[in-house]
């Protein structure tokens, strides 16, 4: 059920902020394109702090293992490794990667694909219902990163025959596979199931 807040004679509607403890705000300067005052700040705080949400993290305070050249699409932290989606500054249909990696901020122990390539046979993107999530295949496997903006994000490896065989529960990420830059990125980029 999502969450509203009437202030100023303007409805805000604040899904992640009401359903995700941590929740993570990129930029709580905006919601959904509407600016946010200072007073307004206060006021999602104080709501959030009066209904138990405690903890704000920052999405830039998420581990990566993204290069300082490019963009963290996702980023999620479990245990002791990092797992993040990283993209070029700069995709359109023809230009630009996205590649998946997993490992520690020293070594890298997975990454796909191999080299940073474009995403469009590589990878597929969808909105669901409450969140949205981009796979992709290696080796027989289908790696999933589901976001959830009621719960926990998580990673779920599932073998040819459908069946999963690992799931890999987030204790950190930075909630951006449902941001309007996410779903423009993929868009462009030509690997949106909306298309």
């Not at 998946?100 to 796909?112: D, E, M, N």
Request: hydrophobic share 35%; aromatic share 12%; proline share 3%.
């Amino acid at each position: 059920m999502p969450c509203w807040l009437l202030t100023g004679g303007h409805c805000w509607h604040f899904d992640k902020v009401c359903f995700r403890a941590p929740f993570i705000f990129s930029d709580l300067k905006s919601v959904e394109g509407y600016q946010m005052s200072a007073q307004m700040r206060k006021a999602v705080w104080l709501f959030c702090t009066l209904i138990g949400i405690t903890e704000i993290v920052n999405a830039d305070d998420i581990a990566s293992l993204c290069n300082s050249n490019e963009q963290t699409v996702w980023s999620c932290e479990a245990k002791t490794k990092i797992y993040s989606l990283c993209a070029s500054k700069v995709m359109t249909s023809t230009t630009g990667f996205l590649q998946y990696r997993a490992g520690t901020k020293t070594k890298i122990s997975f990454q796909f694909p191999d080299k940073p390539i474009h995403p469009k046979s590589k990878f597929e993107y969808t909105t669901l219902a409450h969140g949205a999530a981009i796979w992709f295949s290696n080796g027989g496997y289908t790696y999933s990163l589901n976001e959830d903006i009621r719960g926990s994000d998580d990673i779920s490896v599932d073998n040819k025959s459908g069946k999963t065989v690992a799931v890999i529960e987030c204790e950190a990420s930075t909630q951006s596979l449902t941001l309007n830059t996410t779903m423009d990125l993929m868009w462009e980029a030509g690997i949106s199931l909306a298309q």
